[in-house]
């Protein structure tokens, strides 16, 4: 299962912006995107994978995105910031894939940012 979320990082309190060595600017964003699979101890266990994707603009432009891990002592995230401009929309095109080769798992969405 994959859980994923994307919010301007001013949207992030300091001290946990600070521990993840993320930088808070309302012309940001963070998207940020875990893999989770079921074990016998957990139900939604997060396991480390890797992401690969693009936002796109309305107008069709491709903005790359740049995934790093970031773990903690119950969550493995990939954290990728971008660029953004008040009130627009973004669809994200993910591919998703846990470390010990599992399936490739494509996530698309679409967010509205609007800065601060």
């Known amino acids: 299962m ?3 979320s994307a919010v301007n990082s001013l949207q ?3 001290s946990v912006a600070a521990d993840n060595g ?6 940001t964003a963070i998207l940020m995107v875990t893999l989770h699979k079921p074990t016998p101890d957990s139900p939604r266990q997060s396991v480390p994978a890797t992401a690969t994707g693009h936002a796109r603009t309305l107008m069709g432009e ?3 995105l740049s995934f790093r891990r970031v773990q903690s002592t119950d969550s493995i995230d990939l954290l990728a910031p971008l660029a953004i401009e008040d009130d627009q929309t973004l669809t994200f095109e993910l591919e998703v ?3 010990d080769g599992g399936a490739q798992i494509p996530v698309r969405f679409n967010q509205t ?3 601060e």
């Open 2 to 4: 994959v859980h994923y």
């Open 12 to 14: 992030i309190p300091e």
């Open 22 to 27: 993320i930088e808070r600017n309302g012309a």
């Open 62 to 64: 491709r903005k790359p």
């Open 97 to 99: 894939r846990a470390d």
């Open 113 to 115: 940012f609007y800065t």
